[in-house]
């Protein structure tokens, strides 16, 4: 056995192998590593003890989904995408995040679905991952069972982070968690939409569990 399998073997399952680890760094996305840790950490406790399907709203290129996969795997369930696969606001043209190589040049808009494969496919998680190609309030509607976890990281905007919460919360097991991306307090650090609905969660009954750079994990009191 070579040293990186025996590393592997020897992760805890708060924490991803060293090959998923490396595949998550290896993605096209935003995520910082410490951020990465903190939803795996959140994911595998979720998984482990709901043995329920794990929820990512806003997977763009599959960066944070490797993360949700493997702990899904682990733990014998599935993690659950929902994106429209065209780009939230900020990826747009003329926008800060734009990627080029990321538009479809026959109908000349954003697609991030073949790299998404493509990512999923490089770290061997492409069977663990079921993916729902659509906007989230449509899916969520139609949505009709529980999961274990809800990781919001889609639109930034008030409309489009209110509508995550709002259709899929309910989604959510009683002993599930609550996982919201680029929560910032102050305006000056980034959107105030991801934030609005944190404070909206803890008014609802949620509590903080854990708080890593922008990302906030949060379990129902």
Known sequence: MTDTAQAADAAPAEAPSAGTLAAFEAATGFMPVDEGLALYAAAADAAGRTG??????GSYCGRSTILLADAARRAGTVALTVDHHRGSEEQQPGWEYHDTSLVDPEVGLMDTLPRFRRTLRAAGLEDHVIALVGRSPQVAAVWGS???LVFI???????????DYRGWVPH??????LVVHDVFPDPADGGQAPYRIYLRALDEGFQE???TGSLRV???S
């Not at 990281?153 to 509508?163: N, S, Y």
Request: proline letters at 6%; charged letters at 20%; aromatic letters at 0%.
């Open 52 to 57: 329920l399907p794990l929820l990512e709203v």
């Open 146 to 148: 529980p999961v274990g």
């Open 153 to 163: 990281d889609g639109g930034h905007t008030d409309e489009h982070a209110t509508a």
């Open 172 to 177: 959510l097991a009683a002993d599930g968690l």
């Open 209 to 211: 569990v854990s708080a």
């Open 218 to 220: 949060l379990r129902r």
